[in-house]
T-cell receptor, first 112, second 112 residues
Framework: ETGVTQSPTHLIKTRGQQVTLRCSSQ?????VSWYQQALGQGPQFIFQ???????GRGNFPPRFSGLQFPNYSSELNVNALELDDSALYLC???????????FGPGTRLTVL | GIQVEQSPPDLILQEGANSTLRCNFS?????LQWFHQNPWGQLINLFY???GTKQNGRLSATTVATERYSLLYISSSQTTDSGVYFC??????????????FGQGTILTVHP
């Protein structure tokens, strides 16, 4: 049990729709990162938030966006969903030194 | 960017056997973590080990940073050890912030 929670657990959307995924960080952690894990692959870094600002981004298009709130919870928003967006979305929280990242249980998104 | 290779891709064992998983990386790192992903997708932290050796029960890990590899040892394997094992690293160079780069994973199956 890492103390990182995510909601919802599962989600089914259709192509072109928009989706919001939520993450609650472990107590005391003020840095959150989001990852996308396609079936059979390792997780891929989407972006990181620190003090409510994005401070790093992977190779994902602008339709992937995020927010971090003063209580350090976070959202991942994906617009104009595509079939390839079907994946497990993981968030991880850590202290700003970024030593150890602790992952939530993930949200499994299916795009039809 | 940094490359991470894990071997072997698949490993099948009988309960009680020992195993060694390997992670090679292409650049200097300041963060290396080993994870076990359970069938429900949860990434469970095993070790934070950018260098040196650590042990936790039947598991131990060694990272030789100068030679850019890490090893995860599992002794007296149990069926509950089954799952996917990931190595993830953060490059020590450039502006990697908290980005973890994952390998493709090793799928471990332990038979009773």
């Amino acid at each position: 049990e890492t103390g990182v929670t995510q909601s919802p657990t599962h989600l089914i959307k259709t192509r072109g729709q928009q989706v919001t995924l939520r993450c609650s960080s472990q107590s005391g952690h003020n840095t959150v990162s989001w990852y996308q894990q396609a079936l059979g692959q390792g997780p891929q870094f989407i972006f990181q938030y620190y003090r409510e600002e994005e401070n790093g981004r992977g190779n994902f298009p602008p339709r992937f966006s995020g927010l971090q709130f003063p209580n350090y919870s976070s959202e991942l928003n994906v617009n104009a969903l595509e079939l390839d967006d079907s994946a497990l979305y993981l968030c991880a929280s850590s202290f700003p030194t970024g030593d150890t990242q602790y992952f939530g249980p993930g949200t499994r998104l299916t795009v039809l | 960017g940094i490359q991470v290779e894990q071997s072997p891709p698949d490993l099948i064992l009988q309960e009680g056997a020992n195993s060694t998983l390997r992670c090679n990386f292409s650049d200097s790192v300041n963060n290396l973590q080993w994870f076990h992903q359970n069938p429900w997708g949860q990434l469970i932290n095993l070790f934070y080990i950018p260098s040196g050796t650590k042990q936790n029960g039947r598991l131990s890990a060694t990272t030789v940073a100068t030679e850019r590899y890490s090893l995860l040892y599992i002794s007296s394997s149990q069926t509950t050890d089954s799952g996917v094992y990931f190595c993830a690293v953060r490059s020590a160079g450039g502006t990697s912030y908290g980005k973890l780069t994952f390998g493709q994973g090793t799928i471990l199956t332990v038979h009773p």
